[in-house]
């Protein structure tokens, strides 16, 4: 391999620090409702999760080469301008991770790259037409089917089980949502370790390491599969619990559910070369399931954040890696500097963090309590009948004891 520069080394080390935290940063959606509903262990949950991304990662291609072939054009590209981009993207990751939102790591890394192109070669280098194919219309799309299938899914898992014994019911349901987790797992190493591979493939044919049209090489596939691994085993507590807790109360049928739903939608658009957001998918998925059980409500005010963060993933990842791809048009030291900026960033987040831990241990604590919609939408459409009601004790209208209370006080009148 020729021409492997300093610059361009500096780059496949930024993209595998991308690709750790994309890692920790999506474990949430592959096993956030296994946690959530005690089908696994958190760190039996996170280490599966790890092993089948590394897997996912050998299995295609071809979202790496609709990032690497498709999205911009290859030539006129720099190495500084991906080093750029990846910036944008990782500190957009971080600081969705500190506040607990699932934002999306695809769409954080597109941004990035779109930014960084634009403020180099102009609007005219970026496909305008695979943006909006293979990013933007599977954005929209994706969660919107994941949702659908999800709910419907629910719907009929709780028709089809409700002469059913409860704890064995309960105990298989548990048995399907591990094997969907592993089948979520195994999507997202898929679909998402292949954008880093892509961005990889993109430097070295920047840097002139490989010949243009050229597939990632083994090492760059391996590598990124590790990469992803060890930032899915790390775990992304916070936005597990907001995934598992903070959006809705899940059963164990609804877990399925959501995670069948989604892993059918990634491996679908996986195979079809779509860079979709799997957090996207996977959240669909969970709002979905989450209206599908009677009495199942969402949390909306959490759901709207997310869709807020949504939103601007696409334009502030841009933003930052335009402003670091000025930077490093200056020539070493600008690079240097926005280097520095990037570890400087990072370490303060990082610190900010271990103001309140997140881990193994609470990560099935509510991530806020429910708001006044979801409160009467729970008070009118009450669970079935039989159905495990510990998790909804903040979802759910005045209790048996008020309503004994209240009895008491009518009979002392």
């Known amino acids: 391999m020729e021409n492997f520069s300093l610059i361009l080394a500096i780059v496949v080390v930024t993209a595998l620090a991308f690709d750790f935290t994309n890692g920790f940063h999506d474990t949430a959606n592959a096993m956030a409702t296994t946690i959530s509903t005690g089908a696994m262990k958190p760190k039996v949950a996170v280490a599966m999760s790890a092993v089948l991304n590394l897997v996912g990662a050998f299995l295609s291609i071809e979202v790496a080469n609709t990032i690497s072939k498709g999205l911009v054009n290859e030539d006129g590209i720099q190495p500084e301008v991906i080093f750029a981009a990846l910036v944008g993207a990782i500190l957009w990751n971080l600081l969705t991770w500190l506040v607990g939102l699932p934002s999306s790591s695809s769409h954080a890394l597109m941004g ?29 799309a994706a969660p919107l089917v994941a949702g659908l299938a999800a709910m419907f899914a629910s719907r009929l898992t709780y ?25 979520v797992s195994l999507a997202h190493g898929t679909n ?35 990469a992803i691994a060890l930032g899915t085993y790390l775990g992304g507590w916070r936005i597990i619990r907001t995934m598992g807790k903070g959006l809705t109360d899940l059963q164990p049928q ?6 069948t739903s989604a892993a ?24 979905g399931a989450g209206l599908g059980r009677k009495g199942g409500v969402v949390r909306w ?17 841009a933003l930052v890696a335009a402003i670091a791809e000025y930077a ?8 240097t500097f926005v280097a520095v900026f990037l570890v400087a960033s990072s370490a303060a987040i990082w ?9 193994h241990t609470n990560v099935n604590d509510t991530a806020e309590p429910a708001g006044v919609v979801t409160t009467a939408l729970a008070a009118v459409a009450p669970p079935p009948a039989g159905t495990v009601t510990e998790d909804l004790t903040d979802t759910t209208p005045a209790s048996s004891e008020t309503s004994a209370n209240s009895s008491a006080s009518s009979a002392t009148v």
Do not use: C
């Open 112 to 140: 990035g790259l779109i930014g960084a192109t634009i403020a180099s070669a102009g609007v005219s280098a970026v496909h305008g037409d695979v943006l909006v194919t293979k990013v933007l219309i599977p954005a929209i």
């Open 159 to 183: 028709k089809l089980g409700k002469n059913a014994n409860g704890e064995a019911s309960k105990k298989g349901y548990r048995a399907g949502q591990i094997a969907s987790a592993g089948l």
């Open 192 to 226: 998402d370790a292949q954008k880093t591979m892509g961005i990889i493939t993109l430097a070295l044919v920047a840097g002139g390491a490989i010949a243009p049209d050229s597939d990632p090489p083994t090492w760059v596939i391996l590598s990124a599969g590790i």
């Open 254 to 259: 609804q877990g399925f559910a959501a995670q």
């Open 264 to 287: 059918t939608v990634i491996l679908a658009s996986s195979h079809l070369g779509f860079s979709l957001s799997t957090t996207h998918s996977v959240s669909g998925s969970v709002m």
């Open 301 to 317: 005010s959490t759901a709207t954040r997310m869709f807020i963060a949504w939103g601007l993933t696409l334009p502030a990842a």
């Open 328 to 335: 490093t048009s200056f020539g070493t030291w600008g690079t």
């Open 351 to 359: 610190v900010v963090s271990r103001r309140e831990v997140v881990d």
